[in-house]
């Protein structure tokens, strides 16, 4: 089965937020990066995160899935729910936590692999035992990302071989393998050529049908183009917070905050 | 368009053309004089020791001191030291490697300890590493004279350099290659096995090659523990001969063994050189299927 065609959630599931934060802050050290974020994501929503860099973008989309355990010295604070999962327990299971919530990184990351073997790996870790099972859903992911028609016949050519663009879906696909709920997007077109990224933001938006999207961007003509929400974040004194979040027209269009309002006008940032 | 081009040539004068033939000559110079000293040094070997060198030669016991007959038990003798020693320092080293890079933080006291006393046992001379062999291995631990001892003092004496290449070799995988993993769920263990080691493999060859080399060319040390009895092993806990013990020998404290220490010292050249060439090959080849599995 493929990944586009999993069941629709029930209704009720669809109104309730699927990923909640409270005063949700986060430390490197002494160095605060944001600090007191509450925010709401709604399910099959493309969320998108603005604000200039180093307001703690990135930061906050690696609590979501945990990440922040990779970085030595490295605290997050406050309230964070995904689905009935409490995310900061720390005896939440963070294998299964990364299964529900993928990633996808600013720089394509293929593993110098097979593009096969890309995907297989993953799989076979979250038990997908029978090889015939894994290329089928292996198959099935990269028609859902377009890449099929592409590599079919390279399967086992080494990952790195392909283009930028054609990477970034490789590492969509793999993401979308593990049929997560949630996927996290660190701006994942800025290292592509226009043509690449034009492709992979078509792929992002046909993807909200059925995952809950959150994306980092520093290209606000495209938040403005793909997103239903938006979050603006922006540095003060030297801490990431959050200014204003709401439906994305409301927020481009008339802005409840005078910082925000520039920020979009470009006038600041 | 060409007299724009020209324009833009670098100006002779400071810094320009002709200032830099000096460094480009002293560059090549260096390079040459490297490649000649090894060169000397195989052409001599190959000059006295290929007259030698028959397959008799390599099979044969010695006789006469050596002086006559060949090498067949030595060459057993050094490749079972050998074997000794890799079987145990590969997977110490790696673990340790593994340990060092991935399970402690870099600058962290415990790393730092580990990393100082590696770089001191990596200077430590080898002879110093043949009374410890002698007195931990032969006489503590009751192995005497034997391969065993030998082949673990070598382990003692290959590790430092193992570990630290290894660890070189983990620490330059990409993080984007362990955030990737992270974030696809993936384990540490697999990530280590399915993805970290392999890319660490070329490291980690360079660290085999070097401990390997420095294992067949050690002498002083075996001298105190492997022995250099030169007849044929008849197990791990004999006394054995390794080569160049033999080559020591040969050349030093028996007269007119000269001819066969050559041939000897060549076997070692080529045997070493043999080992380096199927290490990079075999390592380049695993890459290889691996990213085309």
Redesign the interface.
């Known amino acids: 089965m493929s990944v586009l065609t999993a069941p629709p959630p029930s209704p009720a599931a669809a109104t309730r937020p699927l990923v909640e934060c409270e005063a949700l802050s986060l430390r490197y050290g002494e160095h605060r990066a944001f600090a007191d974020v509450s925010l709401a994501v709604e399910p099959r929503r493309i969320t998108a995160i603005i604000g200039p860099s180093g307001c703690g973008k990135s930061s906050f989309l690696t609590c979501l899935n945990r990440l922040t355990d990779l970085i030595p010295g490295c605290r997050v604070d406050g309230r964070l729910r995904i689905g009935e999962v409490d995310v900061l327990d720390p005896a939440t299971d963070v294998v299964a936590l990364r299964r529900r919530v993928g990633m996808i990184f600013q720089k394509p990351n293929p593993f110098p692999l097979s593009i096969h073997r890309n995907l297989d790996l993953p799989l076979r870790q979250h038990g997908m035992r029978r090889r015939a099972e894994r290329d089928a859903a292996i198959e099935s992911v990269l028609r859902d990302v377009g890449l099929w028609d592409e590599v079919a016949g390279r399967l086992h050519k080494p990952a790195t071989s392909l283009s930028g663009g054609q990477q970034q879906r490789l590492c969509i696909a793999r993401a979308l393998a593990l049929k997560p709920e949630v996927v996290l997007l660190d701006e994942p077109c800025s290292a592509l050529d226009p043509i690449s990224s034009a492709v992979v933001e078509d792929l992002i938006v046909s993807l909200k049908e059925r995952f809950t999207l959150v994306i980092v961007t520093h290209n606000l003509a495209q938040a403005r183009r793909i997103a239903d929400r938006v979050a603006f974040f922006w540095m003060v004194d030297g801490c990431g917070r959050l200014v204003e979040s709401g439906p994305c027209r409301q927020v481009f269009a008339a802005p409840r905050e005078e910082l925000t309002a520039a920020y979009v006008r470009g006038a600041r940032g | 368009m060409a007299e724009a081009l020209s324009t833009l040539e670098p100006r002779r004068g400071f810094g320009g053309r002709r200032r830099e033939w000096p460094l480009t000559a002293a560059a090549w110079l260096a390079a040459l004089a490297v490649t000649a000293a090894f060169a000397l040094i195989v052409g001599d070997l190959v000059r006295h020791g290929l007259g030698q060198l028959s397959w008799s030669f390599l099979v044969e016991a010695p006789a006469s001191a050596g002086r006559a007959g060949g090498i067949g038990p030595i060459l057993t003798s050094t490749a079972l030291i050998l074997g000794v020693c890799l079987a145990v320092s590969v997977p110490l080293g790696v673990g340790t490697a593994v340990l060092l890079a991935e399970l402690t933080?870099a600058d962290g006291l415990f790393a730092r300890l580990v990393r100082l006393s590696l770089d001191v046992l990596a200077g430590v001379p080898s002879i110093v590493f043949g009374l410890f062999g002698n007195a931990f291995f032969c006489v503590w631990l009751g192995l005497g004279f034997s391969i065993l001892a030998g082949g673990l003092t070598l382990a003692c004496m290959v590790l430092p350099i193992l570990i630290r290449t290894s660890e070189e070799g983990l620490r330059a995988v990409p993080r984007?290659?362990?955030?990737?993993?992270?974030?696809?769920?993936?384990?540490r263990a697999?990530t280590l096995v399915?993805?970290l080691l392999p890319?660490a493999t070329p490291g980690l060859v360079v660290g085999l090659v070097l401990g390997i080399g420095r294992a067949l060319a050690e002498t002083a040390a075996l001298l105190f523990t492997s022995g250099y009895v030169d007849r044929m092993p008849g197990s791990l806990l004999d006394s054995g001969r390794a080569l160049s013990l033999h080559v020591y020998d040969l050349s030093m404290n028996v007269a007119g063994g000269e001819p066969n220490a050559y041939a000897s010292a060549l076997v070692l050249v080529a045997s070493l050189l043999a080992i380096n060439g199927a290490a990079s090959w075999l390592a380049d080849r695993f890459l290889r299927r691996?990213?085309?599995?």
């Open positions: 933080p984007e290659h362990r955030l990737a993993a992270a974030a696809l769920g993936m384990t697999r399915a993805i890319q691996r990213t085309t599995a």
